[in-house]
């Protein structure tokens, strides 16, 4: 059984920076391709990056060249560097895993269908 552990969120003024981890543990990183999903109050869940196991990325929109998604199968942990954060950034932030060899291509709709592995999620409050 594959857990996911995330860590790392916080208060933090606009212009911020935050990286948040997520360790896997019951499976490697290396087998898994991994996301971050976030939502917040009265929202709907939203995708913010996907991590491929060929190292390719997929960003939202609203955060693209402000935030780093990355792994360390080393240490079987995936991490979401945050830069520049806006409040519009708050939100309970969530990492995800489809099961080992899954293809992880398609919108991030689908990648949180296919997501059987989610993390409890590490809260993010960015006040102006």
């Known amino acids: 059984q594959v857990q996911l552990v995330e860590s790392g969120g916080g208060s933090v003024q606009a212009g911020g920076s935050l990286r948040l981890s997520c360790v896997a543990s019951g499976a490697t990183t290396s087998g898994l391709c991994m996301g971050w999903f976030r939502q917040a109050p009265g929202k709907e869940r939203e995708g913010v990056a996907i991590i491929r196991n060929d190292g390719s990325t997929t960003y939202t929109d609203s955060v693209k060249g402000r935030f780093n998604i990355s792994k360390d199968n080393a240490k079987n942990t995936l991490y979401l560097q945050m830069f520049s954060l806006k409040p519009e950034d708050s939100a309970m932030y969530y990492c995800?895993?489809?099961?080992?060899?899954?293809?992880?291509?398609?919108?991030?709709?689908?990648?949180?269908?296919?997501?059987?592995?989610w993390g409890q999620g590490t809260q993010v409050t960015v006040s102006s």
């Open positions: 995800a895993a489809p099961s080992p060899g899954s293809v992880c291509y398609g919108p991030f709709s689908l990648f949180a269908m296919l997501s059987k592995y």
